[in-house]
């Protein structure tokens, strides 16, 4: 498919061997991205739009989260070419690494957990120092009707109570930071309740737990964690 003559520069504001973050200024145009032409071996796991705060608009921009699986691609790449509902574009990648403001942080956390799956998790990892305050955020939305969770009967198995969706990956936050998980098995129990068992490879009575985020199709809840240890 030949790419139109339409073409951008993107801020590169995080990179490292597999994942990095694009920056793109909005200018009259809210183009959706769909995903990655060019290079093939570069594949989009997320994206957000920042910049609109009410009837304020403040710096538009679109974020996008790339993931390969060669640690050598974003070494040497300087564009990539995005399908989006508009037309297809160049984006220019530039190293400027402009430093995002907490809302633009707290955007893109929400839009990467949102994205979870078990196959893109590996890249979130490297992630979690970057977007580490926008995970707080998440986590600090402490709504009415949040589900908690609570060890279950080993400690790789989790109870979770008032859960409305079928997650697949979590995120756990505890003294010594962040720690994420596919989700090996999810159970329901109708005889405690409507509880749902959680097994993953993060022990929670040895991690110190204060917070968690459970994720899957393209959900994400903040579960508080009762009787960690």
Known sequence: MQVQDISTSGAVVY???RTAVLKIPMRGSCAVPLGVLS????DLIAWSFSGFTGQ???DPSCFLVLACEEESTFSSLSSVTIRTHFGDRRVAMTS???PMSDEETSTVAKALVSALTPGNLAHFGPLIPFLRAGLDAILAEDEAGNPDVRCGDTAETWLAHKIDFVPDCMIVRSSTGYACSPLTAVRFHAARRGAVSLTT???LNTQRADGAILSGNGRYV????????
């Open 222 to 229: 903040a579960a508080r964690v009762i009787g960690a240890l």
């Open 96 to 98: 400027t690494m402009t």
């Open 56 to 58: 304020r608009v403040r």
């Open 15 to 17: 990179i490292d061997r």
């Open 39 to 42: 290079p093939t071996s570069v």
């Open 201 to 203: 490879n993060i022990p």
